[in-house]
């Protein structure tokens, strides 16, 4: 399986430089050419490259929180029992609202 991280960061880079070599080309100032290179390939990527930014975050994700710790399963637990407590007092009437 081929990486989406890597091919998320290749093609933004091929964007950049593909903009930036053409602005150089054009005649522009290397200096500006980089910075409106930045913008437009960050630009064009919000367009064009969505479907490789969610198979990246994704991707990412599934690394991240697979990865679980029995504190925090503990931690959960000791919530929804009082989330469920109050419920129960909540529905007799017994806590008053002001």
Do not use: C
């Not at 070599?21 to 367009?47: D, R």
Request: charged residues 20%; aromatic residues 12%; without cysteine.
């Amino acid at each position: 399986m081929r990486n989406p991280w890597i091919i998320y960061t290749v093609s933004r880079l091929a964007l950049f430089f593909g903009v930036f070599i053409a602005l150089a080309f054009i005649g522009f100032n290397p200096f500006f050419a980089a910075i409106i290179a930045a913008i437009m390939s960050f630009a064009i990527a919000l367009l064009l490259l969505d479907g490789q930014r969610k198979a990246m975050s994704e991707k990412m994700h599934n690394t991240f929180s697979s990865k679980k710790d029995d504190d925090s399963d503990y931690e959960n637990q000791l919530l929804d029992e009082s989330e469920t407590n109050e419920a129960d007092s909540d529905s007799h009437g017994d806590s008053p609202r002001n």
